[in-house]
């Protein structure tokens, strides 16, 4: 049996349990709801070899039109979760949500790769999460999550910082999941919105089971 430091990167991303999307779905903050995000990271999951586990995207969705809110937090399984070099970034859904192990270095793709911080060009730090810093959802009117990941223009999102670097060295500003909403000429949810403030449409996903 080959040793955890001697097997090939392949055999490691299989027991990848995060990850933060490489791409995003292009489309800004149109995600085509929690199932077309849930899918995209399944998709870039089942390419990187670890398709086996069940995918969701770390995302709240506000009530609406009926339906209650969703929290990220109540999406993504119970922990631990490891990136695709086999480094836990958090053991469960508490230490996410507190002193999680959440840096530029290990913020990985699925592909094991580093995404974009600030200071880097283009910065690609913004994470879609449309979620407040404890993992729950937004009430109230105010959109926090482009109509529930269905817009790419009106509207906008509350965005992380994958690399936990920002403006200044206030606790928002490091915030891997509630930094600020996005904004733009568009309304805030287009693509090119999302790219202006230092984002790509990227966010996180967890392995549920």
Known sequence: ???????????????MSFFVTSVGIGNGGNLGGLAGADNHCQTLAQAAGAGAKTWHAYLSTQAADGKPAINARDRIGN????????????????????ANNLTKQTAL??????????????????MLTG??????????????????WT???????MLGHSDRQGLSDDPVAKSWNSSHSSRGPD???SQND??????????????VN
């Open 1 to 15: 049996m080959l040793t955890a430091a001697a097997q090939p990167a392949g055999a490691q991303t299989a027991n």
């Open 79 to 98: 922990g631990p979760w490891q990136n695709a070099k086999g480094v836990v970034i958090a053991k469960d859904v508490a230490e996410l949500h507190g």
């Open 187 to 189: 309304g805030g949810c």
């Open 151 to 157: 817009s790419s223009m009106q509207g906008s999102a």
């Open 131 to 148: 979620s407040q810093p404890d993992g729950t959802a937004f009430a109230g009117a105010d959109d926090r999550t482009c109509k529930n």
């Open 109 to 126: 793709s699925e592909k094991g790769e580093l995404i974009n911080g600030r200071g880097d060009k283009p910065n690609r730090h913004d």
């Open 194 to 207: 999302l790219k202006s403030t230092g984002g790509d449409g990227l966010f996180y996903c967890f392995a």
